[in-house]
């Protein structure tokens, strides 16, 4: 159980009738982080909607690069290999007040990019598929809710199409996808 104040600084929550956003703060919890600690992973079943009290989480997508390495022994001695290399790309930092996770609420229910603190971090996590029973009884408030989420995810959609349209222009110099 969590303070209700708590859930009042995040904006997704700021219109929430008290009665409710006291029902909703019985079933969260704090959550504690150090730096470079994951949070979830690209690929995990979503379970859970966070949101940042202090601190700040990276969101990140994974990149698999293929690479051809190849060693030289003799001249006629070259062995070849293809590497598979790993790289996670920062498409997104999440400060105090804002959520992440929404992917608890849509499915596949899968979340869609890594989540790391960068730094230590207090996060609050709320079971979604508990929020969607208040929201059954109450779909009022659960209209709201949804309402701000998908805000929220349509913001970080815009950001990522941006950030991606622009790294094309500049890796390809083109104008046209």
Do not use: H
């Not at 022994?73 to 930092?93: D, H, K, L, M, P």
């Amino acid at each position: 159980m969590i303070e209700k104040k708590l859930l009042k600084d995040f904006p997704i929550f700021s219109d929430t009738p008290q009665q409710d956003l006291t029902e909703i703060a019985q079933l969260g919890e704090v959550l504690t982080f150090d730096s470079e600690q994951p949070i979830f992973l690209d690929g995990d079943i979503a379970l859970n909607l966070y949101g940042v009290v202090d601190g700040e989480v990276e969101l990140g997508i994974m990149v698999k690069d293929k690479i051809l390495k190849t060693d030289i022994q003799y001249e006629e001695a070259i062995q070849t290999r293809i590497e598979t290399i790993e790289n996670v790309i920062v498409v997104e930092s999440i400060d105090p007040g804002e959520i992440f996770g929404w992917s608890a609420f849509i499915n596949p229910r899968l979340y869609t990019s890594t989540a790391k603190c960068s730094q230590p971090a207090r996060i609050v996590s709320l079971p979604a598929d508990e929020l969607k029973s208040i929201f059954r009884k109450k779909p009022q408030v659960g209209f709201v809710f949804m309402e701000r989420l998908s805000e929220v995810i349509s913001q970080r959609l815009r950001n990522r199409t941006a950030k991606l349209v622009e790294s094309w222009r500049q890796a390809f110099d083109v104008n046209r996808i």
